[in-house]
């Protein structure tokens, strides 16, 4: 029990600090972008966005070409892969070997077939989530987010059937997780890489691959906020998991976390 509770802190320490900056850095970037179309929508495309912060001024100004060397580039990857290693390692101990997955009184399936369903899930849904974002299905955003939360739901009414509450409600966090950070090194790490090769070889960046990036990146920034309410819910039972509204609950949850999203981006 003390070794559990050992790992369980120092994973959980890790996962909270590794996912503070990623989801800060990502939703920096976003407000970045806001203000940068905002300059381009006056015409200002050569101005610079200028803040204060810790004693001194800082601007950006977005570049069109690679003016630096590309070991001088710094990459956002490493914070979003601790997050989910941290966290997966975090899931393994806390349900997977913490007997969570099932319900003690009433067990649906054994904790080790819960177990496999709750990590096929995650593959599963990152799968479906990766074919369905694509053009055209995901060029129209009201659309692709309403299958979206129908599908949400109907994987998390469908795990309510066989594993605990609690457990369903961390899996559909772990699942936005999975999905964010597979967003980042297979979806636009790959495509940042093919822009840094082309501006070494002094060619114009490709708009559709940068474009296809940003909208997975996009992504992640709705999927950030109902993932923290999902991973915080197992502290307030009564709320969630525990009540008897527990999917209907997962669902409003979802959609604040969206709602609270849009208004970010358009901060």
Do not use: C
Not at 11 to 24: D, E, K, M, P, Y
Not at 125 to 147: C, E, H, K, T
Not at 150 to 159: E, Q, S
Not at 181 to 192: A, E, F, G, K, Y
Request: net charge positive.
């Amino acid at each position: 029990m003390t070794v559990n509770e050992w790992l369980n802190l120092i994973f959980r320490w890790t996962h909270v600090v590794a996912a503070i900056l990623w989801v800060g850095s990502t939703f920096y970037f976003t407000w970045l972008d806001g203000q940068m179309r905002r300059l381009e929508e006056k015409k200002d495309a050569a101005g610079a966005v200028w803040m204060v912060h810790s004693g001194g001024f800082y601007t950006v100004v977005k570049q069109k070409t690679l003016g630096v060397a590309p070991g001088e580039v710094h990459w956002f990857r490493w914070e979003a892969m601790a997050t989910f290693l941290s966290g997966f390692s975090l899931l393994t101990v806390v349900y997977y070997h913490g007997g969570l997955m099932v319900d003690p009184i009433d067990p649906r399936v054994s904790p080790v077939v819960a177990s496999v369903i709750g990590v096929g899930t995650l593959l599963a849904g990152w799968a479906i989530y990766d074919q369905l974002a694509r053009p055209p299905l995901v060029n129209n955003g009201a659309v692709f987010g309403a299958l979206g939360f129908v599908l949400a739901i109907a994987v998390a009414a469908a795990l309510s059937m066989v594993l605990s509450t609690r457990a369903t409600y961390i899996h559909i966090g772990a699942l936005f997780g999975t999905i964010m950070v597979n967003n980042v090194w297979m979806r636009i790490l790959p495509p940042q890489r093919r822009m840094i090769a082309a501006g070494v070889r002094g060619e114009p960046f490709d708009p559709a691959v940068a474009a296809a990036a940003k909208r997975r990146s996009m992504h992640n920034t709705f999927l950030a906020i109902p993932t923290v309410f999902l991973m915080i819910s197992s502290h307030y039972p009564t709320a969630t998991y525990g009540n008897a509204y527990a999917i209907p609950i997962l669902g409003v949850l979802i959609l604040i976390g969206w709602s609270a999203a849009a208004w970010l981006r358009r901060a």
